[in-house]
């Protein structure tokens, strides 16, 4: 059985989502400013010896929720708040 969204729902989960990448932004800048260049070189290779540099598609979570938002959108989704 089909389930529909909530607009407000969704629009407070979407906000919670921008706040969320503001604070892992300011942590990650205060994190890399931390580092040492002998830290830094490290974990550079440390992850290039691990291939994560050709990584580059996002995760698999991500693509899903842009898919389950993209057709709610297709369906006259809106979450400027309105229902």
């Known amino acids: 059985m089909a389930q529909t969204l909530d607009a407000e729902e969704v629009r407070k989960w979407l906000e ?3 706040e969320a990448e ?3 932004h300011k ?3 205060k994190f890399l400013l931390s580092l040492t260049p ?3 070189l490290e974990i550079y290779l440390s ?3 691990l291939g994560y540099k050709d990584r580059r598609e996002p ?3 991500l693509l899903k929720m842009r898919q389950c938002l ?3 959108a297709e369906k006259g989704g809106s979450v400027s708040g309105s229902s």
Do not use: N
């Open 59 to 61: 995760s698999f979570v």
């Open 70 to 72: 993209a057709r709610w």
């Open 22 to 24: 503001k604070v892992i």
């Open 16 to 18: 919670g989502q921008r």
């Open 38 to 40: 002998e830290k830094s």
């Open 47 to 49: 992850l290039s010896r």
């Open 27 to 29: 942590e990650r800048v």
